[in-house]
């Protein structure tokens, strides 16, 4: 079965990390461009980050360049979100998904909760 | 930067009706990359629609998208309880389009 479970998600104060992960199975990994989706509460969905099969590309959304990075570990059938500087509006469910056919996500987890607060 | 504008927001209809959900882009954009999803309440979004019109695997067939340049179109020729969630266009596997929730009237 081709699945994604992310894990890591917590309550963390303002300025603070925290490491997203996200563990791939059931299809290669290695295939696939990957990407961070979010979802505040209440809200719509916003596109956070991606990161090309091999790693040497990777774009963000404009609001957390230079706060987050996306990474990936093939090996491990792993990808990743180092989000740095937190802040409350950073509060959200972190989606991550594969980019299967041409610019669509076919492939999504179940998310986690992030929550930025004192 | 490309900005999706879907209407209406909401959208109450009933099962068995037709419904047509409209996506907007504030500049021409290619079909290709125009991509549909709708998500249930506590769920993840699910894709439905690729290059703006082919059905991803395992979509019925009462769902299909359309259009070109900025205007695009989902239609659901008749509304099963299922389908009532919210809604979503994307651009270029990134920016998404506000949402429309689709609920039952």
């Known amino acids: 079965e081709v699945q994604l479970v992310e894990s890591g998600g917590t309550l963390v104060q303002p300025g603070g990390s925290l490491r997203l992960s996200c563990a791939a199975s059931?299809?290669?990994?290695?295939?696939?461009?990957m990407n961070w989706v979010r979802q505040a509460p209440g809200k719509g969905l916003e596109w956070v980050a991606n990161i090309k099969q091999d790693g040497s590309e990777k774009y963000y959304l404009d609001s957390v360049k230079g706060r987050f990075t996306i990474s990936r570990d093939n090996a491990k059938n792993s990808l990743y979100l180092q989000m740095n500087s937190l802040r409350a509006e950073d509060t959200a469910v972190y989606f991550c998904?594969?980019?299967?056919?041409?610019?669509?996500?076919?492939?999504w987890g179940q998310g986690t909760v992030v929550t930025v607060s004192p | 930067e490309i900005v999706l504008t879907q209407s209406p927001g909401t959208l109450s209809l009933s099962p068995g009706e037709r419904a047509t959900l409209s996506c907007r882009a504030s500049q021409s954009i290619s079909s290709t990359y125009l991509a549909w999803y709708h998500q249930k309440p506590g769920q993840a979004p699910r894709l439905l629609i690729y290059?703006?019109?082919n059905r991803a695997t395992g979509v019925p067939d009462r769902f299909s998208g359309s259009g070109s340049g900025t205007d695009f179109t989902l239609t659901i020729s008749r509304l099963e309880p299922e389908d009532f969630a919210v809604y979503y266009c994307q651009h270029n596997g990134a920016s998404f389009g506000q949402g429309t929730k689709l609920e039952i009237k």
């Open positions: 290059g703006a019109s």
């Open positions: 059931g299809f290669t990994f290695s295939r696939n461009w």
């Open positions: 998904a594969r980019s299967g056919p041409p610019f669509g996500f076919d492939v």
